[in-house]
């Protein structure tokens, strides 16, 4: 998508008449920032650049250039003099006038090979007392040199001298906010060298450095392409710690070109130009007149339908009209049109495949249609001169846009999608966690040998790399394997995994889940404390709180344990731009970031999307019926997790203010029904057909409903364990508790069930003993249940025993002879 500047001509308020294009741009955010805080002149005159050459020898004698040693100080003054003699012979008032006078500021190349040829002409000097000279001419700003001529000249000794001599005291207060892990790590070090190169050009302190120049410095990163290995965007966030930086400001620097910003009503409109000035102004002000009752994705979509696909489209066939009053062949021959597009894929040649395909969103683009015919014809009778005169039938009859065969296609694709998963979903969530593990053990194992030394994983040889501070690492092939980037995804990936499937939540939703969104509440009848997760508004801008399950609240508290800063213990504050709404968010506590090259960051929707395709990848136990692998997206798990709830007896209204939906409707389609369901469910109706109430159920639950709801889970609450009978339902066991199979064991009561255990066996060995047969019997049931429950700790626990079960034999055929086996 192609941004541009803010449109200055206003809109069409008074109404819809001809306005001027809308200015283009050719970038995103960045080409609007870099228009907003333009980088400072280098200038040619300054007061260290006019002084004399005594005046300049004067000040490196002094303190904080004045050296240590004798011989360093011979060093520098003899190379600071042989360098003033030489440029002395150029035209200029000051020295910087003279150095771009010189050869010397073609090149950096120049410099290095013909460098002590230039100077010996003027003072015999030794190449290591020019190049020593020209470090303290650029750090006392006698001379600037220009960004480009720095790139082609590395000089880990000019970032020491300007670190130490020109501003340490901003230097020494970087370091103390950036932490000493962050200071000395690789990308650490490459943001310093940004910020020394832009004082080295630019001149002053940290304190004056501009957003001007940290953008004219991304800039020559990106000429140069070495945006990659110079520590990204790590300085312009520094530069913000250290609030020298605007409040209106970009708040960060990575990824600025690629996103766009909320754009005017113009900007929407030129996006597809429109030959006519009438129409086109029409479009704005119509668009002007929607903005307010519409988040921005929604206004993206309405403004790219009316232009791109509607009126664009008519003019290219039909350039002479410019009234809404279409033909009716012009409007068929429109509609035919529409029905298909052109799909373009690239061939593994790098040529370009065209493809005729089927258009999925015909029925909204006809929907979005009409309703603007309606929308005037409405208007018009309101105000009827600003928008009587576009009056006009509509082209689009109540037929065209209903497309039940389409809904019903892909509801039906969509149940089988969860129907396909849903089983497997433990397998899939028990493989993430597996992988995750074997990564981390991997990085462990990495971390724990030697730069350059050779360690052993799954049988197989690696060399680890010589940075003491990464974790990569060779296989005998010689490729390059990141071992943290591989644990990392995966453990994003099981996060995400135990994140939604207990949730159900949007993927949005989740990435703006914030440390502040875990709340608690209070139980009005018993008093105990609930954990409960608030989820901030999104799609239908409702807020709403999910309760925290012990297995979701292990998740929470597994991701704030890696994401916190270990010095402070606090979880920092980072900044997301928000895809739909294309703005950045005020910064908050995050649980879905993570470092990135020194620099808090955050995933987006696409990310999750290809983790959780790599997860499924990884995982060789999750098939369909025909052993194909099966993939996850985000929305997967929001289908499974509304169908799970309904499926174990959650009434639908309940579930419908748990997803978030504003209508039923919406959380019904979500719902996948299994053909046994289909029966039951009718048999169901049949029984109790005149006592049917889907009134009753299709509401806002009440108060006291709520609290039934939520009291469900205190009453599943036992000594041992929780019980895992579904909401509505009472005990058919009896509430003997150790032989139900209902009853999921908890952990930390091994012990406690170690007791019971003991305890019959002991009352056994009574009854044997006294000949109580008829106790024998009911003790045994009993031990045998605390037998299965000790058993699924164990299982459950890392590293435990796997049980494959028993093989079903398949009954023989009519006519087959049974097997001996």
Request: charged letters at 25%; a positive charge.
């Amino acid at each position: 998508m192609r941004a541009r500047v803010r449109d200055t001509t206003g809109g069409a308020a008074a109404g819809p008449g001809e306005l001027p294009p809308a200015p283009r741009s050719s970038g995103g955010m960045l080409e609007v920032a870099r228009s907003r805080f333009p980088p400072r002149e280098t200038g040619q005159r300054w007061a260290m650049t006019s002084a004399s050459a005594n005046e300049v020898l004067v000040v490196l004698e002094r303190e904080p250039f004045r050296a240590d040693t004798a011989h360093m100080r011979w060093q520098r003054r003899s190379g600071v003099q042989a360098l003033l003699a030489w440029l002395s012979g150029f035209d200029g008032a000051s020295w910087q006038e003279r150095w771009e006078e010189s050869p010397a500021a073609v090149c950096p190349q120049r410099w290095r090979r013909q460098a002590e040829t230039w100077v010996n002409a003027a003072a015999a000097v030794r190449a290591a007392n020019i190049q020593s000279g020209l470090l303290m001419l650029a750090a006392a700003d006698v001379i600037r040199l220009a960004l480009p001529w720095q790139m082609d000249w590395h000089s880990g000794t000019l970032r020491t001298l300007i670190e130490e001599l020109r501003d340490p005291d901003g230097f020494a207060r970087l370091k103390e906010l950036a932490g000493p892990e962050r200071w000395a790590s690789a990308s650490g070090g490459r943001a310093r060298r940004a910020l020394v190169r832009i004082m080295a050009a630019k001149g002053g302190g940290l304190a004056d450095i501009t957003v001007g120049d940290a953008l004219e410095y991304d800039a020559e990163l990106r000429r140069t392409a070495q945006g990659v290995s110079s520590g990204g965007t790590l300085y312009y966030a520094w530069l913000r710690e250290l609030g020298h930086l605007p409040a209106d400001a970009p708040t960060t620097l990575r990824f600025l070109e690629k996103v766009t910003g909320q754009l005017t009503c113009a900007q929407l409109v030129d996006r597809h130009p429109v030959a006519s000035p009438r129409i086109r102004a029409l479009l704005i002000d119509y668009l002007e007149e929607r903005r307010p009752r519409l988040d921005y994705s929604t206004l993206d979509n309405l403004a790219r339908h009316l232009t791109r696909n509607f009126w664009a489209d008519i003019e290219r066939h039909h350039p002479d009209l410019e009234a809404l009053n279409l033909p009716a062949d012009v409007a068929t021959a429109w509609k035919e049109r529409l029905r298909t597009r052109v799909e373009r894929r690239r061939r593994p040649d790098g040529s370009i495949e065209e493809t005729v395909v089927e258009r999925a969103d015909r029925v909204m683009i006809f929907i979005t249609v009409r309703a603007f015919y309606l929308d005037l014809a409405r208007w018009a009778s309101e105000e009827p001169a600003r928008w009587g005169p576009w009056a006009a039938p509509c082209p689009i009859k109540v037929a065209e846009t209903i497309d039940r065969k389409r809904v019903t296609r892909t509801k039906a694709r969509m149940d089988q999608r969860t129907r396909e998963r849903l089983p497997v979903l433990e397998t899939f969530a028990r493989a993430t966690a597996d992988h995750h593990r074997q990564a981390a053990a991997h990085l462990d194992i990495a971390r724990a040998t030697k730069p350059g030394g050779l360690f052993t994983l799954d049988g197989a040889l690696f060399t680890r790399g010589k940075n003491p501070a990464g974790a990569a690492a060779r296989d005998e092939n010689g490729c390059l394997v990141h071992l943290d980037r591989v644990e990392h995804r995966a453990f994003w990936a099981w996060a995400t995994v135990e994140f939604l499937r207990h949730t159900g939540v949007r993927v949005e939703e989740m990435l703006e889940t914030t440390h502040h969104a875990m709340i608690q509440y209070r139980l009005p009848t018993t008093g105990e404390i609930v954990p409960l997760l608030q989820i901030a508004p999104s799609k239908t801008d409702v807020e709403r709180v999910l309760l925290v399950s012990p297995e979701l609240a292990d998740v929470l508290a597994t991701i704030i344990r890696r994401v916190r800063e270990p010095k402070t213990g606090m979880i920092p504050l980072v900044t997301r731009y928000d895809d739909q709404e294309r703005q950045w968010n005020a910064p908050a506590p995050l649980l879905f970031q993570y470092n990135r090259g020194g620099e808090p960051s955050t995933p987006n929707s696409q990310t999750i999307r290809e983790i959780l395709k790599e997860a499924a990848a990884t995982s060789t136990r999750v098939t369909d019926a025909t052993g194909r692998p099966l993939d996850f997206t985000p929305q997967d798990f929001r289908r499974m997790f509304i169908t799970d709830a309904i499926r174990t007896g959650l009434p639908p209204h309940i579930a419908q203010v748990i997803a978030g939906h504003a209508n039923i409707n919406t959380t019904m389609g979500y719902n996948a029904v299994y053909p046994t369901e289909t029966i039951e469910a009718h048999r169901a109706f049949i029984a109790r057909r005149r006592t049917l109430r889907p009134a009753e159920e299709y509401r806002t639950p009440t108060e006291a409903e709520w609290e039934d709801f939520l009291g469900h889970f205190e009453r599943r609450k036992l000594s041992v364990g929780t019980c895992a009978r579904a909401y509505g339902t009472a005990c058919i066991h009896e509430h003997a508790c150790i032989r139900c199979s209902m009853l999921r064991p908890d952990p930390a009561q091994r012990g406690r069930l170690m007791e019971i255990r003991d305890n019959l066996l002991d009352r056994i060995t009574e009854a044997e003993r006294e000949g109580w047969l008829g106790e024998i019997e009911g003790l045994r049931v009993s031990l045998a249940g605390a037998e299965a429950k000790i058993g699924q700790i164990d299982a459950a626990a890392p590293g435990g025993p796997v049980l494959l079960g028993l093989p079903t034999p398949r009954p023989p055929r009519t006519g087959e002879r049974p097997s001996r086996a």
